[in-house]
DNA sequence: TTTCTAACA
DNA sequence: TGTTAGAA
């Protein structure tokens, strides 16, 4: 499920191709450009490489336009979900932290107690572990 | 031929 | 936004 992602984030397609599929104008999509709303890779030629994920945005850009949308309005609709995408990835970090302390604590816990058997029980405090 | 940047009747 | 000029 995460093969699929990666490929419809390759930049594989020319602007005149997206032309046809997004049915905008060149002057529009790279106005979008300006606007920093859809950032399109560039080639060995300064050439606008587009993703399939460019083309999804693209389209969803047209279709806040034609209900009535204006430039702001849209770019504050994906400022918000990238914050909320933000929000997501620090609550994931932290997941991975809390696991990660977790696992360190069960091993410490572990080796405490094999240590005991063999040598000085020095260490028994480490039972509240 | 296609695309890029920059500018404007 | 459209269109155009001159360069890659």
């Known amino acids: 499920m995460k093969e699929k992602e990666l490929r ?3 930049a594989v397609l020319p602007i005149g191709t997206v032309m046809k599929l997004t049915d905008l104008s060149a002057r529009q999509i ?7 709303l859809v950032i399109p890779e560039r080639n060995e030629g300064n050439r606008r490489m ?3 994920n460019d083309i999804d945005k693209l389209l969803e850009i047209k279709d ?4 009535g949308y204006n430039m702001a309005s849209i770019k504050k609709v ?3 979900k990238a914050a909320e995408e933000e929000r997501r990835r620090e609550k994931m970090a932290q997941s991975l932290s809390d696991d990660a302390v977790r696992k360190i ?3 410490d816990f572990v080796n405490a107690g094999g240590l005991n058997r063999h040598s000085k029980p020095s260490i ?3 039972r509240t572990l």
């Open 105 to 107: 604590l069960r091993n």
């Open 30 to 36: 790279r106005y979008y450009e300006e606007q920093e």
């Open 50 to 52: 587009y993703s399939l």
């Open 64 to 67: 806040y336009l034609a209900d």
């Open 8 to 10: 419809r984030s390759l």
């Open 124 to 126: 028994r405090n480490n």
């Open 78 to 80: 994906y400022a918000q």
